[in-house]
């Protein structure tokens, strides 16, 4: 019907086709290699928080030029309406994402490496393709970004489910041609031939590179031009990008300088990566130059801190906290993997104390190796004054401790005496360097600072410290701080003692560097620096991988780890109406006294059930009086504990226990009034109550929450009334029960039951549930009223028990020849 849809399926096809074949002919050279991956289905589920994403990975070769994704869509059945799918891939990590615009805590740094938003039809192909793409793992976050309001349960209309296939084809270079460092190289874009591409290694020694371009000559038909129409691109870890973001790509038009030589340089590299060059002409010429890459690299590796070990992680140190922290396992086909209720807790804060004897010089607190502020030289200098502009930063590297129990708990220390201090100068940045692992993502990186109280200078001098937090590039440049505009930002002082923190969520693996700087001023003048009066300042550091937000999850919620799949991460859980990573987001957040009374009306509305316990012990039935009570307490507690509220929340026992017993309960509240409707003898009674505990547990086990045991218990104790009245009815030769109780007991009490499963099957949202759940509850316990029929009388109660007392009486033993032996 949808005219739209129509042109796109016919054209699918064909689009699809055009696009594989510019994927075949996009200029790769020679040496090209295509391989293809494909992914089974996997389901996707509508967002609602952050536990409720599809999690993939997949995987990138290196000197990949192009991937697409080839992803359908699907649904299981034709009837289901069509939704857009969203996925987010992530190079490197989990894709931090707030799809409801859900807004993140403070101090949260959110700038991400390369991230893909795709969108798709859940009936339908398509392609998407990424130029140059970085090398690795991509982590794709796949859901629904629609909110169903309406809560129906499951098996009462057509149940949809969507899911979706990926099917990854990768084109790569089988090689590069490698540059050696100061050697030039000839290049020649002739015809049809518009790019070339070189790669130079940078080490870890490496200071700085840069491309030049020279004797570059363009011709037309024999003719000669004086331009060079030529750009030239520098990025590392992948092919450089010359259309949409750059991401990380440095490039420079050298249409302008044929004559001087065109310079692109890279002051700031990337250590120990591929660095890959382009050469791009710009015209249709043919076009012929000379190309020579240099690299400048320091005389050791930078502050030591990538030496062989290091690299091997031989410094990681596993700690075992099973004694003091628990920390449970995995469980086996379980999404949700570890609750970790800390919403109140700041036990990793800096407010730690240290006693040790205070020096007038600070430095002698820390061995050699963890003092920032040597100077290293680049190699072959022939002067013995070190170059601001080509000087070695110093750092010192973190070793990391991981617990052994649990999931993303890992701390980043110095090796020293004291692992959590650091002292800062005057003579240059400090500069810390830690390597996250990919175990480590489904966490959050927490960079916590504070000024030490201990040897804060008690004068009217003010320090300040600022830091900046890199990844792969240290924030230093020609031996000063140098923060970019995206790298995250730490600032704290000596007059407030407050501590100053930066969450990463989900961090990508690889280097991270953390660069500091003290200032002075003096008293509460922060505009003009003076020279600072103590030699040095301490400054107490603590950088870890923890769950969630602080461990928790603000005030408003639980964290869990779920697992998606087999790849785990922590998750908030936020109640009263709280959003976001960290519970925090307090938009569409309930008041208290709302909360309150949502709490109240779901718990005390099952007090309607005491008359219909008390009418049932009057009227002797006591079985159907002890479901009654049964229901009423499960019910309650079972809202006391799963209510969205989270100042009213009690759990009395585990919440699938809780679960279970309501519903098993209310369902079985119907079964024993329909059966006690029969008028069946005791023994056919006892027999259906058997029959209906046994049958429904299996029922509730099977599909919890469904409509359908509701409905077989409802239909088949209708039957069964409906069998046993009829008998009655045939017996009498009239009505039975009498016109008077038909209309003053069973047809109120079928209507108000009726409209009960009305409110209970159509009516629900998340935003009436409060009232409309209560509703049900005194729906469901007032029908009880009319419906339970009066006692028997003593005379037919009488007359029942004797006939079934003789016919166990008339029984006679089988095999003897003494008939009056009887039982």
Known sequence: GNPKMAFWKKTEPFVYIICLIIIQYVDLSEGVVEQTTSYNPRGVGFYEAYSSVSMAKFNVPDLAAVVSWRISGRKNFKECETKSIQMVIQHGSYPVINPQNETFPDDFYLERADMQFISFPSDSLILYLVNNPLPGNWYAAVFI?????????????????????????????????????????????????????????????????????????????????????????????????????????????????????????????????????????????????????????????????????????????????????????????????????????????????????????????????????????????????????????????????????????????????????????????????????????????????????????????????????????????NGEFYCRENSGRIRINSTSGASGSLYIPYPEPGKWYIVMERSCYHGNNSDVTQPCIQNSTIVRFRVDVQVCYDNGCSKYGYCYIYRSGVFPFSSCSCSSGWRGYGCTDGKYAREPNRQLLGTLLLTLSNLFFIPAICLSVYRRFYVEAFVYMFNMFFSTFYHACDNSSYYHTFCLLKLSTLSFSDFYGSIMSFWVTLIAMTRFPHKAQHFAHIFGALGLAFGVSWVQHSIYPYLISIVLGALLVAVSWGLKMYKRKGCYPTKKKWLISVIPGLLIAGMGLIIYAFLETTSNYDYTHSAWHVCMATSICFLLPPRRSKEIEFKTMTEESEQENNITLVGTDNPNMIL
């Open 145 to 477: 970004n629609e909110k169903n309001e309406h809560i129906t349960p499951p098996g009462l209309t057509t149940e949809c489910a969507y899911s979706y296939q990926a099917t990854v084809d990768v084109v790569t270079f089988e090689d590069i041609v490698v540059v050696d460092n100061g050697k030039q190289n000839s290049v020649s874009l002739i015809n049809e031939n518009t790019q070339q591409l070189l790669r130079i290694f940078v080490p870890w020694t490496g200071k700085s590179t840069s491309v030049t371009l020279t004797n570059c000559t363009a011709t037309v038909n024999g003719t000669k031009f004086s331009d060079c129409p030529v750009s030239i691109a520098i990025r590392p870890k992948a092919f450089p990008n010359w259309e949409g973001i750059p991401l990380e790509t440095i490039s420079r038009n050298c249409s302008m300088t044929s004559d001087t030589g065109c310079v692109l340089e890279e002051n700031n590299p990337v250590l120990d990566v591929w660095y890959y060059i382009s050469i791009l002409k710009t015209e249709p010429f043919n076009v012929s130059a000379a190309v020579t890459l240099s690299m400048i690299e320091c005389s050791q590796p930078i502050g030591q801190l990538f030496d062989n070990t290091q690299l091997q992680d031989a410094k990681d140190v596993e700690v075992n906290d099973n004694a003091t922290t628990d920390h449970p396992t995995i469980e086996e086909d379980s999404e949700i993997i570890q609750d970790t209720d800390m919403g109140s807790q700041n036990s990793n804060s800096l407010n730690e104390s240290i006693i040790i004897s205070k020096s007038p010089e600070a430095g002698s607190y820390f061995n050699s190796e963890g003092v920032s502020g040597r100077q290293v030289c680049e190699r072959d200098s022939a002067s013995k004054v070190c170059d601001l502009q080509k000087r070695c930063d110093n750092a010192t590297m973190l070793m990391r401790e991981t617990n052994q129990g649990g999931y993303f708990q890992s701390r980043y220390r110095l090796d020293s005496v004291y692992p959590d201090l650091l002292e800062l100068t005057d003579s240059e940045p400090s500069i810390l360097a830690l390597e996250t692992q990919e175990s480590s993502i489904g966490g959050t990186l927490r960079i916590e600072l504070k000024i030490e109280e201990y040897f804060a200078n008690s004068s009217a001098e003010n320090v300040s410290v600022k830091a900046c937090i890199q990844k792969d590039r240290i924030p230093v440049k």
